[in-house]
């Protein structure tokens, strides 16, 4: 029993989907206008989505009878929530909020306090680290090393952020275990101007502890000493838990997962360089703006909840396994990546949390590419290809940069903005053809997430939003959205097949692996 199929709205909204609404005749200018959240500079328009009152009524419903605010209540008070009944998993809380829960209207609950109050201790800390770089003027450039999670959000956030980076300062990123990857990135810098923040919350990852002394080798060589210019970011014990190696450390916790911890000092290191202290504290602060939104609005205006609302109407109910995000912004290049991770890992689960394999389907494929530019590549699929790829579009009202040009009488963010729309109307409308070929079958599902300019605050608030938009599917469906079992065997097969590499060298004798012995036959 997952709990999700016997709720009663389930056997409604089953029934809803038989006859869902048809967009090709039910797009109007009023269902744009009036099918719409808003929130502090954020709208959700999904007047594109296959949806009507009633079916948004059942939704509604589904979110109650599944208590999915009540449960991330529960999350944002620290109670252990990423546990998995009567088999061996992981036993935590889930406070990535209190990451962010330094601010006005903070939480009461004791395990919430007593988390934020050890985040705010490492960001006093950092504050203090970097007013210390920022008078020595020794570093223009900081390389973070890390992966997956200690990776992807950081990276994500720094690349959309650029724009308000300080003069002279500049980030990258290492995170494959590809010597290509690391030698790229060192040879692009001068390494006596350079800060390498290790991240690393295991303080045992293969590829990152590889690329760390890859690093070192490479600063040694140089004749610099990698005390002065390493900083780590473990949790506290890790066996990367050895100040004396480093010019700083900073922890993080395991009630922070790898994936939710982009506003932990996972992200806060390499974005506090490059913002500089204030601009860290507004990211946080979007953030926390989004996570008091997801706790307190009611189902019906809360925009995370409402997004993972449509997003099961689309899974479950019309039964499309995939989703594309396409951000209208060249900033967000690398964030449809990061909400891979976020999305994939943790909702890409086949039992629920009382260890049962679920009868239904569960985390869609995400992906994406920012538009314009996908429009011209795959959206020839996404238009007239045989599978309706439901689409979350991403859109600011204002660019980064104040400097646009007027080509042909319109700016160049009106242009972004124009195909934007465009796109969505076309998705839902499609275009009547006598030839097939030109035929555009449309009532094909998106929405719109629009706000008014990608700065620091914003994009806090955007990733804060993905981020309960994925617990809050988890919640609906019972499953556990904060731990990954499944990338454990192929690491562990790894190791087996290193093993062989090393005996080669070592002339020991590895473990048989005959399937690994194999590759390491064809590669000879
Ligand atoms: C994320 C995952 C995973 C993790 C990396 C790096 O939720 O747990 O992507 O972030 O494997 O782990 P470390 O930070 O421990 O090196």
New binding site residues.
């Given amino acids: 029993m997952s709990g999700f199929l016997d709720t009663p709205s389930v056997q409604k909204l089953k029934a809803l989907a038989a006859h869902a609404i048809d967009l090709t005749k039910g797009l109007t200018p009023e269902r744009i206008e009036t099918m719409r959240l808003s929130m502090a500079g954020f709208d959700l328009l999904y007047g594109t989505e296959r949806v009507t009152p009633e079916v948004m009524d059942a939704l509604y419903e589904l979110a109650d009878e599944t208590r999915a605010l009540k449960k991330m209540a529960a999350m944002q008070a620290g109670e252990i929530l990423n546990r998995i009944e009567k088999v061996e998993s992981e036993n935590r809380a889930v406070l990535h909020t209190a990451m962010r829960d330094q601010f006005e209207e903070r939480q009461s609950a004791p395990a919430a306090e007593e988390a934020s109050g050890m985040a705010a201790r490492e960001l006093k800390k950092l504050e203090h680290f970097l007013a210390k770089i920022d008078r020595e003027e020794r570093f223009t450039d900081l390389i973070q090393i ?7 959000g950081p990276r994500a956030l720094y690349l959309a952020l650029q724009a308000f980076a300080r003069p002279g300062r500049r980030a990258h990123f290492i995170s494959n275990v590809d010597p290509d990857d690391a030698n790229a990135v060192l040879s692009g810098v001068d390494l006596k101007k350079t800060l390498v923040v290790v ?7 293969l590829e ?1 502890l590889t690329n760390e002394e890859f690093a070192r080798a490479r600063f040694h060589k140089m004749g610099l000493d990698p005390k002065e210019h390493f900083i780590a970011v473990t ?1 506290e014990k890790s066996p990367m838990d050895d100040p004396s190696r480093y010019l700083a450390s900073f922890y993080m916790w395991d009630f922070v ?5 982009a506003t932990s000092m ?1 992200g806060a290191v390499v974005l506090g360089f490059a913002l500089g202290y204030p601009g860290i504290v507004e990211v946080l602060r979007g953030a926390h703006a989004m996570d008091r939104h997801a706790l307190t609005m009611p189902a019906r205006k809360n925009l995370p909840l409402t997004s993972a609302l449509l997003g099961i109407w689309n899974r479950n109910f019309l039964h499309l396994p995939t989703v594309a995000i396409i951000p209208y912004s060249q900033a967000l290049i690398r964030f449809p990546a990061h909400l891979q ?1 976020l999305d994939m ?1 943790s909702n890409g689960k086949r039992i629920d949390k009382q260890g049962h394999p679920v009868s239904f389907s569960t985390g869609p494929v995400i992906w994406g590419e920012p538009g314009t530019n996908g429009q011209h590549s795959f959206y020839q699929l996404i238009h007239q290809g045989t599978d309706p790829i439901p689409l979350e579009f991403i859109g600011f009202r204002k660019s980064q940069h104040p400097i646009d040009i007027e080509v042909q009488f319109t700016f160049s963010q009106e242009k972004l903005l124009s195909n934007l729309f465009a796109q969505s109307i076309a998705l839902a409308s499609g275009q009547a053809s006598s030839n097939p070929n030109k035929f555009f079958p449309g009532n094909r599902p998106n929405r719109i997430l629009l706000a008014d300019r990608l700065d620091p605050f914003t994009a806090g608030a955007l990733l804060a939003y993905y981020e309960h938009k994925v617990a809050f599917q988890g919640f609906i469906w019972n499953i556990n959205s904060f731990d ?1 079992e499944g ?1 454990q065997l192929g690491k562990v097969l790894a190791l087996k097949i290193l093993e062989q590499f090393k005996a080669k060298r070592t002339k020991e004798t590895p473990s048989p692996f005959p399937l690994g012995e194999a590759y390491l036959n064809i590669l000879s």
Avoid: A, H
């Fill in positions: 890390g992966i997956g999670g200690s990776d992807l991240v690393s919350k295991s303080g045992s990852t990152t949790g997962g790898g994936r939710y911890s996972v991770q890992e990954q990338v």
